[in-house]
T-cell receptor, first 111, second 111 residues
Framework: QKEVEQNSGPLSVPEGAIASLNCTYS??????FFWYRQYSGKSPELIMS????GDKEDGRFTAQLNKASQYVSLLIRDSQPSDSATYLC???????????FGTGTKLQVIP | DVKVTQSSRYLVKRTGEKVFLECVQD?????MFWYRQDPGLGLRLIYF???????EKGDIPEGYSVSREKKERFSLILESASTNQTSMYLC??????????FGSGTQLSVL
């Protein structure tokens, strides 16, 4: 069973701080990595995708990938209360259209 | 704007009933997916389809079937609903495996 592991949290950070969300995956053949944000009672929405080792930045969000360590992370700079949500890590393990999700990390940004 | 529409937001059924969950996308996407989301278990893939009349089993297909007669419509069928199928069901579509667009979900309760 290909697995994607996340700490369920909640992760509490003060407003303006950096939130760091982490994810590990078991399949070394994984090629594509995604972060989805899910507000309470809503559907997941894609916020970041990353395919190669290193960092990818988009506004306040940075995704980091280390394939050797099988580790992907999401940094949120200048965290805002509106960032409070569950963040889902998702991995395409190379199987056709098979994306596996982690159980998500709940982030709480305290004003 | 991108739209994935699920026919019901809330549904209550009795054990043994046949249940149909409908999903329609207006983006001309080839790929469509059915997930269920349960607390602590995250999103789990039930079935997916990469073309009309084509279907592939996901990680938890037991007790479910699907139908895709038209490109825009993907139906999930519970042949004989059971209480352990009480869950949030999420439909998604994608053009490639890069970005999944989710519907608003159907909360199914089986009594």
């Amino acid at each position: 069973q290909k697995e994607v592991e996340q700490n369920s949290g909640p992760l509490s950070v003060p407003e303006g701080a950096i939130a760091s969300l982490n994810c590990t995956y078991s399949d070394r053949g994984s090629q594509s990595f995604f972060w989805y944000r899910q507000y309470s009672g809503k559907s997941p929405e894609l916020i970041m995708s990353i395919y190669s080792n290193g960092d990818k930045e988009d506004g306040r969000f940075t995704a980091q990938l280390n394939k050797a360590s099988q580790y992907v992370s999401l940094l949120i700079r200048d965290s805002q209360p509106s960032d409070s949500a569950t963040y889902l890590c998702a991995v395409n393990s190379g199987g056709y259209q098979k994306v596996t999700f982690g159980t998500g990390t709940k982030l709480q940004v305290i004003p | 704007d991108v739209k994935v529409t699920q026919s019901s937001r809330y549904l209550v059924k009795r054990t043994g009933e046949k249940v149909f969950l409908e999903c329609v996308q207006d983006m001309d996407h080839e790929n469509m997916f059915w997930y269920r989301q349960d607390p602590g278990l995250g999103l789990r893939l039930i079935y997916f389809s990469y073309d009309v009349k084509m279907k592939e089993k996901g990680d938890i297909p037991e007790g479910y079937s699907v139908s895709r007669e038209k490109k825009e419509r993907f139906s999930l069928i519970l042949e004989s609903a059971s209480t352990n199928q009480t869950s949030m069901y999420l439909c998604a579509s994608s053009a490639t495996n890069e970005k999944l667009f989710f519907g608003s979900g159907t909360q199914l309760s089986v009594l």
